[in-house]
């Protein structure tokens, strides 16, 4: 059974203050998906890191998988009220061929206080 | 532009009643999704297709039925909605290719805005 434990599973911080948000499994992905999702919204993507030891960046959000691809971290620099939300981590674990099925970490659910 | 896209946004129905989800996409991708959500939960995949091939999960229950009658639609059918059915319904797609080795980026699963059912 693949597993992915996603830390902390709340926080809450004040503008401008950094945080990091991490994802680990014992097992291996062939990739690892960041989505944001807002109350009453699907889940929306905002990175796939595919190569062991990639780091993405989006404006104020990086993004790190682990070297033998069973972690991840997503960090943000200088939060605003407007990175607010659930931040869900899921791994692909792919199927011989039948497309890939995510395996989601429990969630993070951000607040950030003006 | 939209990419996936749910109908209703909003379903309202009663104990007992079936009712049907819609989602359809232009992304043309063969992998077709339907997951569950509750409140402060990740979503929990209920099925999904691999072009017209149909992949049931095991715990998911024979009251949820889906329906692909071509590469854009795909339905979710609930044939007795009880209580505990109320929740965020999500469609989500990806493109896979058969046996390829250039996985990674084409795991990437894109989801729609999702179908709020609420039980009565």
């Known amino acids: 059974t693949q597993l992915l434990e996603q830390s902390p599973q709340f926080l809450s911080i004040q503008e401008g203050e950094n945080l990091t948000v991490y994802c680990n499994s014992s097992?291996?992905?062939?990739?690892l998906q960041w989505y944001r999702q807002e109350p009453g919204e699907g889940p929306v993507l905002l990175v796939t890191?595919?190569?062991?030891?990639e780091v993405k960046k989006l404006k104020r959000l990086t993004f790190q998988f682990g070297d033998a691809r069973k972690d991840s971290s997503l960090h943000i620099t200088a939060a605003q009220p407007g990175d607010t939300g659930l931040y869900l981590c899921a791994g692909t674990y792919r199927f011989y061929n039948q497309g890939g099925k995510l395996i989601f970490g429990q969630g993070t659910e951000l607040s950030v206080k003006p | 532009d939209a990419m996936v896209i749910q109908n209703p946004r909003y379903q309202v129905t009663q104990f007992g009643k079936p009712v049907t989800l819609s989602c359809s996409q232009t992304?043309?991708?063969?992998?077709m999704y339907w997951y569950q959500q509750k409140s402060s939960q990740a979503p929990k995949l209920l099925f999904h297709?691999?072009?017209?091939?149909?992949?049931n999960e095991a715990d998911t229950p024979d009251n949820f039925q889906s329906r692909r009658p071509n590469t854009s639609f795909c339905f979710l059918d609930i044939r007795s909605p009880g209580l505990g059915d109320a929740a965020m319904y999500l469609c989500?797609?990806?493109?896979?290719?058969?046996?390829?080795?250039?996985?990674?980026?084409?795991?990437?699963?894109?989801f729609g805005p999702g179908t709020r059912l609420t039980v009565l």
């Open positions: 890191v595919v190569t062991g030891g």
């Open positions: 097992s291996v992905f062939s990739s």
């Open positions: 992304l043309n991708h063969n992998v």
């Open positions: 989500a797609t990806s493109q896979n290719k058969f046996l390829s080795r250039l996985a990674g980026e084409g795991d990437t699963q894109y």
């Open positions: 297709y691999y072009d017209k091939d149909f992949n």
